[in-house]
T-cell receptor
Framework: AQSVTQLDSQVPVFEEAPVELRCNYSSSVSVYLFWYVQYPNQGLQLLLKYLSGSTLVESINGFEAEFNKSQTSFHLRKPSVHISDTAEYFCAVSEGTGNQFYFGTGTSLTVIP | ETGVTQTPRHLVMGMTNKKSLKCEQHLGHNAMYWYKQSAKKPLELMFVYNFKEQTENNSVPSRFSPECPNSSHLFLHLHTLQPEDSALYLC???????????????FGNGTRLTVT
Protein backbone atom coordinates (compact mmCIF):
# COMPACT_ATOMS: atom_id res chain seq x y z
CA ALA A 1 0.00 0.00 0.00
CA GLN A 2 1.06 3.55 -0.69
CA SER A 3 1.49 6.31 1.84
CA VAL A 4 1.25 9.94 0.79
CA THR A 5 2.98 12.66 2.77
CA GLN A 6 2.09 16.32 2.68
CA LEU A 7 4.53 17.78 5.17
CA ASP A 8 3.03 21.27 5.27
CA SER A 9 -0.35 21.30 6.96
CA GLN A 10 -0.73 25.07 6.60
CA VAL A 11 0.86 27.45 4.12
CA PRO A 12 0.19 31.19 4.40
CA VAL A 13 1.36 33.26 1.44
CA PHE A 14 0.86 36.84 0.30
CA GLU A 15 -1.20 37.57 -2.78
CA GLU A 16 0.81 37.49 -6.03
CA ALA A 17 3.67 35.61 -4.35
CA PRO A 18 4.75 32.14 -5.58
CA VAL A 19 3.83 28.99 -3.67
CA GLU A 20 4.90 25.36 -3.60
CA LEU A 21 2.89 22.61 -1.88
CA ARG A 22 4.91 19.47 -1.33
CA CYS A 23 3.81 15.89 -1.87
CA ASN A 24 5.84 12.71 -1.53
CA TYR A 25 4.66 9.15 -1.91
CA SER A 26 6.16 5.93 -0.68
CA SER A 27 6.49 3.51 -3.56
CA SER A 28 8.39 3.74 -6.80
CA VAL A 29 6.14 1.32 -8.68
CA SER A 30 4.15 2.67 -11.57
CA VAL A 31 1.67 5.17 -10.17
CA TYR A 32 -0.80 7.79 -11.24
CA LEU A 33 -0.71 11.10 -9.41
CA PHE A 34 -3.40 13.67 -8.72
CA TRP A 35 -3.91 16.99 -6.99
CA TYR A 36 -7.37 17.86 -5.71
CA VAL A 37 -8.64 21.16 -4.28
CA GLN A 38 -11.39 21.52 -1.70
CA TYR A 39 -13.16 24.83 -1.07
CA PRO A 40 -15.16 25.33 2.14
CA ASN A 41 -18.34 23.26 2.35
CA GLN A 42 -17.62 21.49 -0.91
CA GLY A 43 -16.23 18.18 -2.06
CA LEU A 44 -12.84 17.66 -3.68
CA GLN A 45 -12.32 18.83 -7.26
CA LEU A 46 -9.62 17.50 -9.56
CA LEU A 47 -6.95 20.14 -10.15
CA LEU A 48 -4.51 18.21 -12.32
CA LYS A 49 -3.20 14.70 -12.92
CA TYR A 50 -0.15 12.86 -14.13
CA LEU A 51 -0.75 9.57 -15.96
CA SER A 52 2.22 9.29 -18.34
CA GLY A 53 4.32 11.32 -20.77
CA SER A 54 5.63 14.77 -19.88
CA THR A 55 6.53 15.00 -16.23
CA LEU A 56 5.22 18.57 -16.00
CA VAL A 57 1.45 18.92 -15.97
CA GLU A 58 -0.60 22.09 -15.79
CA SER A 59 -4.08 23.12 -14.73
CA ILE A 60 -6.29 25.72 -16.40
CA ASN A 61 -5.93 28.17 -13.51
CA GLY A 62 -2.14 28.47 -13.47
CA PHE A 63 -1.08 25.61 -11.18
CA GLU A 64 1.53 23.11 -12.30
CA ALA A 65 3.04 19.97 -10.81
CA GLU A 66 6.13 18.00 -11.69
CA PHE A 67 6.47 14.26 -11.37
CA ASN A 68 9.90 13.29 -10.06
CA LYS A 69 10.25 9.52 -10.08
CA SER A 70 13.67 9.38 -8.42
CA GLN A 71 12.47 11.50 -5.50
CA THR A 72 8.95 10.03 -5.51
CA SER A 73 7.52 13.53 -5.41
CA PHE A 74 4.73 15.45 -7.11
CA HIS A 75 4.98 19.02 -5.82
CA LEU A 76 2.38 21.60 -6.76
CA ARG A 77 3.44 25.12 -7.70
CA LYS A 78 1.95 28.41 -8.79
CA PRO A 79 4.07 31.45 -9.69
CA SER A 80 1.53 34.03 -8.48
CA VAL A 81 -1.39 33.19 -6.18
CA HIS A 82 -4.76 34.92 -5.91
CA ILE A 83 -7.15 35.29 -3.01
CA SER A 84 -9.44 32.79 -4.70
CA ASP A 85 -6.75 30.09 -4.39
CA THR A 86 -7.39 29.91 -0.64
CA ALA A 87 -8.48 26.30 -0.10
CA GLU A 88 -7.38 22.86 1.06
CA TYR A 89 -5.18 20.93 -1.36
CA PHE A 90 -4.88 17.15 -1.38
CA CYS A 91 -2.33 14.99 -3.13
CA ALA A 92 -3.46 11.50 -4.17
CA VAL A 93 -1.81 8.43 -5.67
CA SER A 94 -3.27 5.39 -7.36
CA GLU A 95 -1.55 2.30 -8.68
CA GLY A 96 -2.14 0.37 -11.87
CA THR A 97 -4.38 -2.18 -10.19
CA GLY A 98 -7.54 -1.91 -8.18
CA ASN A 99 -9.63 1.14 -7.46
CA GLN A 100 -7.61 2.28 -4.47
CA PHE A 101 -6.65 5.94 -4.15
CA TYR A 102 -4.30 7.03 -1.37
CA PHE A 103 -4.65 10.57 -0.09
CA GLY A 104 -2.39 12.85 1.93
CA THR A 105 -3.62 14.75 4.97
CA GLY A 106 -4.00 17.96 2.97
CA THR A 107 -2.37 21.38 2.94
CA SER A 108 -4.38 24.45 3.84
CA LEU A 109 -3.33 27.32 1.60
CA THR A 110 -4.26 30.78 2.84
CA VAL A 111 -3.61 33.73 0.56
CA ILE A 112 -3.15 36.97 2.46
CA PRO A 113 -4.21 40.25 0.81
CA GLU B 1 -22.23 22.13 -10.90
CA THR B 2 -21.17 18.73 -9.73
CA GLY B 3 -22.05 15.53 -11.56
CA VAL B 4 -22.25 13.77 -8.20
CA THR B 5 -25.12 14.79 -5.91
CA GLN B 6 -25.28 13.96 -2.23
CA THR B 7 -28.22 14.37 0.13
CA PRO B 8 -28.68 15.56 2.77
CA ARG B 9 -25.93 18.19 3.05
CA HIS B 10 -26.17 18.18 6.85
CA LEU B 11 -27.43 15.53 9.25
CA VAL B 12 -27.65 15.49 13.03
CA MET B 13 -28.61 12.19 14.60
CA GLY B 14 -28.67 10.58 17.98
CA MET B 15 -26.81 7.38 18.70
CA THR B 16 -30.00 5.30 18.56
CA ASN B 17 -31.31 6.71 15.29
CA LYS B 18 -31.31 5.10 11.85
CA LYS B 19 -30.66 7.31 8.85
CA SER B 20 -29.41 6.97 5.27
CA LEU B 21 -27.11 9.04 3.09
CA LYS B 22 -27.83 9.14 -0.62
CA CYS B 23 -25.52 9.65 -3.57
CA GLU B 24 -26.38 9.89 -7.26
CA GLN B 25 -23.96 10.32 -10.14
CA HIS B 26 -24.93 11.65 -13.56
CA LEU B 27 -21.61 10.95 -15.28
CA GLY B 28 -22.18 7.45 -16.61
CA HIS B 29 -19.40 6.09 -14.39
CA ASN B 30 -19.26 2.48 -13.33
CA ALA B 31 -17.48 2.75 -9.97
CA MET B 32 -18.74 4.50 -6.84
CA TYR B 33 -17.07 5.12 -3.50
CA TRP B 34 -17.78 6.20 0.06
CA TYR B 35 -15.04 8.14 1.86
CA LYS B 36 -14.91 9.50 5.41
CA GLN B 37 -13.16 12.84 5.91
CA SER B 38 -12.09 13.79 9.42
CA ALA B 39 -10.03 16.82 10.36
CA LYS B 40 -6.26 16.45 9.87
CA LYS B 41 -6.53 12.84 8.72
CA PRO B 42 -6.22 11.37 5.23
CA LEU B 43 -9.43 10.53 3.48
CA GLU B 44 -10.52 7.08 4.61
CA LEU B 45 -11.89 4.78 1.95
CA MET B 46 -14.92 2.94 3.30
CA PHE B 47 -16.52 1.11 0.39
CA VAL B 48 -16.05 0.67 -3.36
CA TYR B 49 -18.58 -0.63 -5.85
CA ASN B 50 -17.75 -1.60 -9.43
CA PHE B 51 -20.72 -2.30 -11.70
CA LYS B 52 -22.90 -2.53 -8.56
CA GLU B 53 -20.66 -5.16 -6.99
CA GLN B 54 -18.81 -4.36 -3.79
CA THR B 55 -15.08 -4.74 -4.35
CA GLU B 56 -13.61 -3.07 -1.27
CA ASN B 57 -14.63 -2.96 2.37
CA ASN B 58 -11.88 -1.43 4.44
CA SER B 59 -12.76 -2.96 7.82
CA VAL B 60 -15.65 -0.58 8.31
CA PRO B 61 -17.81 -1.21 11.41
CA SER B 62 -21.09 -2.93 10.73
CA ARG B 63 -23.03 0.13 11.92
CA PHE B 64 -22.29 1.43 8.40
CA SER B 65 -24.10 -0.52 5.70
CA PRO B 66 -23.73 0.35 2.00
CA GLU B 67 -26.23 -0.33 -0.75
CA CYS B 68 -25.73 0.08 -4.49
CA PRO B 69 -28.94 -0.74 -6.40
CA ASN B 70 -27.51 0.38 -9.76
CA SER B 71 -24.41 2.06 -11.16
CA SER B 72 -25.86 5.55 -10.61
CA HIS B 73 -27.03 5.33 -7.01
CA LEU B 74 -25.24 4.62 -3.77
CA PHE B 75 -26.56 4.66 -0.21
CA LEU B 76 -24.94 4.52 3.18
CA HIS B 77 -27.28 3.26 5.89
CA LEU B 78 -26.40 4.35 9.41
CA HIS B 79 -27.53 2.88 12.73
CA THR B 80 -26.36 3.09 16.35
CA LEU B 81 -23.51 5.42 15.48
CA GLN B 82 -20.95 6.77 17.93
CA PRO B 83 -19.89 10.40 18.44
CA GLU B 84 -16.51 9.60 16.83
CA ASP B 85 -18.39 8.85 13.61
CA SER B 86 -19.07 12.56 13.21
CA ALA B 87 -17.34 13.61 10.00
CA LEU B 88 -17.85 14.67 6.40
CA TYR B 89 -18.93 11.70 4.29
CA LEU B 90 -17.98 12.02 0.66
CA CYS B 91 -19.31 10.06 -2.27
CA UNK B 92 -17.24 9.76 -5.44
CA UNK B 93 -17.42 8.05 -8.80
CA UNK B 94 -14.92 7.15 -11.49
CA UNK B 95 -14.91 5.81 -15.02
CA UNK B 96 -12.56 3.00 -15.99
CA UNK B 97 -12.13 -0.68 -16.13
CA UNK B 98 -11.59 -2.65 -12.96
CA UNK B 99 -7.92 -2.84 -12.21
CA UNK B 100 -6.83 0.54 -13.52
CA UNK B 101 -6.16 3.63 -11.46
CA UNK B 102 -6.05 6.16 -14.30
CA UNK B 103 -9.55 7.47 -14.00
CA UNK B 104 -9.72 10.29 -11.43
CA UNK B 105 -12.39 10.48 -8.79
CA UNK B 106 -15.32 12.89 -9.10
CA PHE B 107 -16.65 13.91 -5.69
CA GLY B 108 -19.97 15.14 -4.39
CA ASN B 109 -20.17 18.00 -1.89
CA GLY B 110 -20.52 15.63 1.03
CA THR B 111 -22.85 15.12 3.97
CA ARG B 112 -21.74 16.72 7.23
CA LEU B 113 -22.77 14.20 9.88
CA THR B 114 -22.96 15.04 13.57
CA VAL B 115 -23.71 12.26 16.05
CA THR B 116 -24.97 13.49 19.41
Amino acid sequence: AQSVTQLDSQVPVFEEAPVELRCNYSSSVSVYLFWYVQYPNQGLQLLLKYLSGSTLVESINGFEAEFNKSQTSFHLRKPSVHISDTAEYFCAVSEGTGNQFYFGTGTSLTVIP
Amino acid sequence: ETGVTQTPRHLVMGMTNKKSLKCEQHLGHNAMYWYKQSAKKPLELMFVYNFKEQTENNSVPSRFSPECPNSSHLFLHLHTLQPEDSALYLCASSQGEVGTGESPLHFGNGTRLTVT
